[in-house]
């Protein structure tokens, strides 16, 4: 599922921008300008990162991700042993930190219905999610500069012998202080209708402005202009 987003490289992977942003708009309907071809600051979707680590380890009852790096086209990235703790490096830099506890499942069809569906859900919380979540406290992201950082994710499973998994999202928080603040998505995994485990993202966003409604829409506009045309 993952082979047309990467290449290897002796020990090492390397993601192009065309991977990349292949990934982001194909995969996760992820439309952020840094994940664009031509950004002038390219950057490699989380959620890459993500799925990868899940496709070379598998899926652990207990999984936190600390995204530490911005992994671009030049970076090119040593994924160590498994174990219970290991950092995802390129050139010595941490651009990843996992840590996993628990069991632990390999069985493909778990790892894809995992993958699908987190990056689906993952991708799409801008605008949707995130402008209503903000609006809430007449606060918006600068239109100018949207910056919404992608922090960390955790994922918990209370049982790992399913082969098909659904997400349905949960209720989101958002808080902040001054220009900065903090928003946590949160979401419940589902097997045949049973909850069998749960996740939240964090992420950082910074430029926070006074909400203005001609502005919001404007953004709005842009983004689906941009995923009817890109």
Not at 153 to 178: Q, S
Not at 187 to 195: A, C, I, Q
Request: aromatic share 10%; glycine share 6%.
């Amino acid at each position: 599922m993952l082979s047309q987003f990467y290449q290897q490289e002796g020990d090492q992977v390397v993601i192009s921008r065309q991977q990349g942003s292949e990934f982001a708009k194909r995969v996760a309907d992820d439309f952020n300008p840094l994940h664009d071809v031509d950004a002038k600051k390219f950057c490699v979707p989380g959620d890459l990162l993500f799925s990868l680590v899940l496709a070379r380890y598998g899926v652990s009852e207990n999984m936190h991700f600390t995204f530490a790096g911005m992994v671009d086209e030049t970076s090119k990235l040593d994924f160590p042993v498994g174990s219970e703790a290991f950092d995802i490096t390129s050139d010595a830099k941490v651009m990843l930190s996992v840590k996993c506890d628990g069991e632990n499942n390999a069985c493909q069809s778990l790892v894809e219905s995992l993958t699908k569906n987190y990056v689906e859900f993952s991708g799409t919380t801008f605008p949707h999610v995130i402008i209503p979540l903000m609006a809430k406290q007449q606060v918006m992201i600068n239109p100018a500069r949207p910056m919404v950082i992608y922090e960390s994710m955790a994922i918990h499973l209370d049982r790992l012998d399913v082969k098909e998994l659904k997400l349905e999202a949960d209720t989101p928080e958002f808080n902040y202080e001054g220009k900065r603040g903090k928003i946590i998505l949160r979401f419940n995994l589902f097997s045949e209708g049973v909850k069998v485990g749960r996740g939240e993202k964090h992420m950082v966003v910074s430029g926070i402005r006074a909400y203005c409604q001609d502005m919001v829409d404007g953004l709005i506009a842009y983004y689906n202009d941009r995923k009817a045309t890109l």
